[in-house]
């Protein structure tokens, strides 16, 4: 079961990660870079600067923290992620905002979608449309617990100087930098913000300096914790008690000067309540490069330095003189802490101190307690409607996370009325129960008596609870809204109906319910008892107007039934958007004053819930919404009855003895009654004298603030109207610097066109010509082409012919074989009737004839391996003619080389082989001749001269196809594999069998 909590937990945490991958159709600009920079929820995240280029490489991600809760709030007030891409000059780094993207956040899910191309809004480049590629996903963010990053201890190590971090130690009180065992000195590293001049150069022309309900303060985060100072109202001589931020840190002097050098310059902004008016930069790597030794002095870096107005806020304008610049005096000190750490001010919880300094800044603090600017606000119980009436707006928040303190009352700064009602609620808020984690403020043990009870009074008022301030243009709105009806039930059971919703715009998050259940059956129309509800809030119109056109109010129909879990059956969205166009109708309130009211009514359908479309029900309303005008000091202030500050003494009573009968009657003037009327009407006259005086002096107290009021006034009119005649000078210069820049751009674009045109003139004239010698050239390759295509033409027709030629040689001699063949079969027959001598001269003429043959057969042979080379050659000249022609137009004639490439192929096909029949068809004849010789011998004995004479035939055979076999090889053509070769080496093996040993002998006998 816990481990099952804990995964649960774990699964709350969800990061939004927003994945800016690349951009398109940029223009290239020169020492440009480009940045993203996204912004949620108040947090601002950008991307590292990119060349200005056509597609810019970003490659990365943006993540925010937060839990399903806080999403779920987001989804339903529609908040939007904001990305916007700017342009940063790398010489000036001057910004310049290019485009930007708005993010839906509902359309955000966990499960990873496909990246889209994102077209920005209001771009710079509107005939290039830039665009940037994005993907969104919700992940779930799985930390480790801190109970598991505590039970482990790292062993000491060298800590690299990249990776040095600050770990918060709550139960001590400090930060850790570095590894514990090795930085154990104690530093602390104080911010003083003292002074501020010339502010009112950063206020923009349409605000006014002195209105009230405008605060302005200083805002900076040291290490990590915002810290904002005292709110002040007057710009022009800002008065504000020098504030001091103390950091603890535990570390070495080493390491937190590498630290110190690696983190950004501190950011002083002057904000506006959640605008900032400007910025100056303190660079805290000062304090890393000084040379003194902490343990002996401390390193301070101080100075006024110039408040540089933020350029999205407003038009970048040439520098000022340096005496009508803006500056604040901000003091950074670094210091090895003393002995006595707990004197230098109240400390918080995480590490962080802060105090007024009225001394020096090395010095010890003011005895007096100070609440910390930085304590965490608690949380407090549901607002009652005087409350909701002074609380302000969901969109209007104060920045720094409610970080800010309410700045002490001074003399003149507010009016009496003002302080009653102020001193009435602190009186209230000592009645309440103490809240825990809410330290309650006591006055000092020594406060000095003050002789005029209104200073009392502010002293008093000093140290009551912050309020938030409601700003002077916000108006008192009163909404409500009747549930009347429920009718045609679309459900198949009876219903214990119950209507729900909530509206966090009006200033709870609570959800508001109809009760008691009521019994809806089908074809009934039941009214609702107590469904009426109203809200009292405070809002600006364009944010009403605003938000109830974005944001539906949401009724939820529920079946309550007890043996079973709640249904929703359906939900009903009411459009607020009406109330708006609706009429409005005149009332007086209760003082006398006009006020306006918007009234509609409508009948809705309840839908099925889970997204579909069925109607359950049908749901009558009535909306109001009374416009109360401006919420003014005394709508939200107690009655005047119990702001009476002054307490009424009790009339002194004295009751006479009663007098005996026998005592002397005294005079009436002498009695006690006629003495305590006339000390009652002394007392009386004393009061009225004493009450003309107070009224006196307050009158002039109120001419003397007036005509101190009516001074300022002056004076900030004479500064605005100095500031605004040196804007105009400044513009006047500017406009005259763009106007001569214009001309002179005027002129080059003008010099630039003729050029462009003179030059299209030439590029135009020099295609042309280009175009003409292309043609010709065209033209001249295909009549070369058509010529060595007729040349190689003619030359195959004369190979063609030879190879004809040589044919019929072929068919000649083939002839004259088959004509020997005849005779020596005429000769074989004969043999049988001449005698042995004729038959020996005829073997002799055989022989002769035989050895002419085989003349013949070699020249044929010959003649046959020149054809072949011949060819050979001739097959390297079309070779080099076909490289040729490839060189020259391969395109044009590869279907010719391939038809010649085809007819080489068969022709050579042909002639192998035909070749191979005819040598085939040869020695199968001569094997065949020789093997009738040899039987014919075999049968006939003809003696020792004919067995001489065939074994001489034999020896002469095998000489023949020795010589065969060896001039087939010679000619390269072929191989020892090759069938022609193989049939020779197997005849000339059996001729060698055949060969009478007779002969052998004969052959090697005259050797001996």
């Known amino acids: 079961m816990l481990a099952n909590l804990a995964m649960a937990s774990k699964s709350d945490h969800l990061l939004i990660v927003v994945s800016i991958l690349e951009g398109r159709h940029f223009p290239k600009i020169q020492r440009h870079t480009v940045i993203v920079q996204a912004k949620f929820d108040g947090e601002q995240l950008s991307t590292d600067p990119v060349d200005h280029k056509e597609q810019p490489q970003f490659c990365t991600e943006l993540a925010w923290e937060l839990d399903r809760r806080t999403l779920h709030q987001h989804r339903l007030q529609r908040t939007p992620i904001k990305l916007q891409c700017f342009s940063v000059d790398t010489t000036t780094n001057q910004r310049e905002c290019v485009g930007y993207i708005i993010l839906d956040l509902r359309s955000i899910q966990e499960i990873k979608q496909p990246p889209r191309w994102f077209p920005l809004l209001s771009s710079k480049y509107t005939k290039l449309k830039p665009a940037i590629l994005l993907s969104m996903v919700l992940e779930n963010d799985e930390k480790q617990s ?4 505590k039970a482990r201890k790292a062993p000491p190590r060298q800590v690299p100087m990249g990776k040095l971090q600050l770990v918060l130690n709550e139960e001590e009180g400090f930060h850790q930098l570095g590894p514990a065992d090795s930085c154990s000195e104690l530093f602390v590293l104080s911010v003083t913000v003292a002074c501020a001049s010339k502010l009112e150069q950063l206020i923009g022309r349409t605000t006014e300096l002195s209105r009230e309900g405008v605060d302005f303060f200083f805002y900076y985060t040291l290490l990590g914790n915002d810290i904002t100072s ?28 590498a630290y110190l050098s690696q983190q950004p310059s501190l950011e002083i902004h002057l904000c506006c309540g959640s605008h900032s008016l400007g910025s100056a930069e303190v660079s805290l790597s000062s304090l890393a490069l000084t040379s003194v030794s902490l343990s002996t002095q401390p390193a301070t870096v101080e100075g006024a330095f110039v408040l540089q107005s933020p350029g999205q806020a407003r038009p970048r304008l040439p520098s000022v003189p340096t005496d009508l610049q803006p500056t604040v005096g901000v003091s950074v000190t670094l210091r090895k802490e003393t002995a006595n750490p707990q004197a230098a001010g109240r400390e ?22 100070a609440a910390p600017s930085t304590a965490p606000a608690p949380a407090l119980a549901p607002p009652t409607d005087e409350q909701r009436l002074r609380s302000p707006s969901p969109g209007q928040s104060t920045p720094g996370g409610g970080r800010r303190s309410v700045s002490p009352i001074k003399g003149g700064a507010h009016t009496e009325s003002d302080a009653e009602s102020l001193q009435e609620e602190e009186e209230e808020e000592e009645k309440r129960p103490t809240l825990p984690g809410k330290p309650k403020l006591s006055p000092p043990a020594a406060a000095p008596a003050k002789k005029n009870p209104e200073a009392e009074l502010v002293s008093s008022v000093s140290m009551s609870a912050p309020k938030v301030a409601i700003p002077a243009s916000a108006h008192h709105y009163c909404f409500s809204m009747d549930l009347r009806s429920i009718r045609d039930l679309n459900t198949g059971f009876p219903v214990n109906c119950t209507l729900r919703y909530a509206y966090q715009f009006f200033g709870s998050a609570a959800p508001i319910m109809t009760s008691p259940l009521v019994e809806v059956k089908r074809g009934t129309e039941v009214f609702l ?12 119109p364009h944010q009403l107007q605003d938000t109830f056109l974005r944001v539906p109010l949401v009724v939820e129909m529920w079946h309550r039934d007890p043996s079973a879990r709640d249904v929703l059956l359906g939900t009903a969205s ?15 309130g209760p003082s006398g004053q006009q006020h306006w009211r918007q009234s509609y009514t409508e009948r809705l359908p309840v839908l099925k819930a889970h997204g579909s479309s069925e109607k359950v029900a049908e749901l009558s309303y009535f909306t109001t919404l009374e416009d109360l005008g401006l919420v003014r000091t005394q709508d939200i202030a ?16 004295a009751v006479a003895p009663p007098s005996g009968p026998s005592g002397a009657v005294a005079e009436p003037r002498e009695t006690l009654e006629y003495r305590a009327a006339m000390e009652l009407e002394m007392w009386k006259e004393m009061q009225e004298d004493l009450f003309d005086d107070q009224m006196k002096k307050k009158e002039l107290n109120h001419m003397q603030a007036l005509a101190e009021e009516w001074r300022k006034r002056d004076r900030e009119r004479e500064a605005l109207v100095k500031k605004k005649e040196l804007e105009y000078n400044l513009l006047e210069e500017q406009l005259q610097k763009t106007l001569a820049e214009l001309e002179k751009r005027e002129k080059n674009l003008a010099h630039a066109e003729l050029e462009t045109q003179r030059l299209q003139r030439e590029l135009r004239a020099e295609h042309e010509f280009s175009v003409r010698e292309l043609q010709d050239s065209g033209r001249r390759l295909r009549e070369d082409c058509t010529h060595q295509v007729e040349l190689e033409r003619a030359k195959v027709r004369q190979l063609e012919e030879e190879n004809t030629r040589l044919q019929q040689q072929l068919l000649d001699a083939d002839s004259k074989y088959k004509l020997l ?11 049988h009737t001449r005698p042995e001598v004729r038959l020996q001269s005829e073997i002799n003429l055989l022989r002769l004839e035989k050895v002419e043959l085989e003349r013949k057969l070699e020249t044929s042979t010959k003649s046959k391996l020149h054809y072949k080379q011949q060819w050979g050659r001739a097959l390297k000249e079309l070779a080099r003619f076909k490289q040729r022609e490839q060189e020259n137009a391969m395109s044009r004639l590869k279907k010719q080389q391939q038809e010649l490439e085809h007819m080489r192929l068969r022709y050579l096909a042909a002639e192998e082989k035909e070749a191979v029949k005819t040598e085939k068809s040869e020695l199968e004849d001569i094997r065949n001749q020789l093997n009738k010789l040899k039987q014919q011998e075999v049968k006939q004995p003809w003696g020792d001269p004919v067995g001489g004479s065939a074994g001489e035939s034999v020896d002469d055979h095998l ?5 065969e076999r060896d001039t087939l090889l010679r000619t390269g053509v072929y191989t020892h594999e090759d069938r022609i070769i193989s049939e020779l080496n197997r005849q000339i093996q059996e001729a060698m069998a055949q060969r009478p040993p007779s002969t052998t002998d004969r052959t090697h006998r005259p050797t001996h």
């Open 638 to 653: 107690i009655s005047e009855s119990s702001q009476s500050g002054h307490p009424v003494q009790p009339r002194a009573a």
């Open 529 to 540: 008892p107590q469904s009426y509800c109203a809200f009292d809030f405070a809002a600006l």
């Open 821 to 831: 063949e005849k005779e020596f079969q005429l000769f074989r027959e004969q043999q």
């Open 230 to 257: 005292e709110p002040f109202q007057n710009v022009m001589s800002p008065s504000f008690e020098p504030e001091r931020a103390s950091v603890r840190i535990r570390s070495s002097e080493k390491i937190l000067r």
């Open 574 to 588: 009411v459009q607020l958007s009406h109330l708006l166009t609706a009429e409005k109708s005149r009332f007086l």
């Open 348 to 369: 918080s919880g995480d590490g962080l101190r802060t105090g007024k300094d009225a001394v020096p800044r090395d010095g010890p603090p003011s005895p007096a307690p």
């Open 959 to 963: 000489s023949r196809l020795l010589e």
């Open 146 to 149: 801190p109970e598991s990053f």
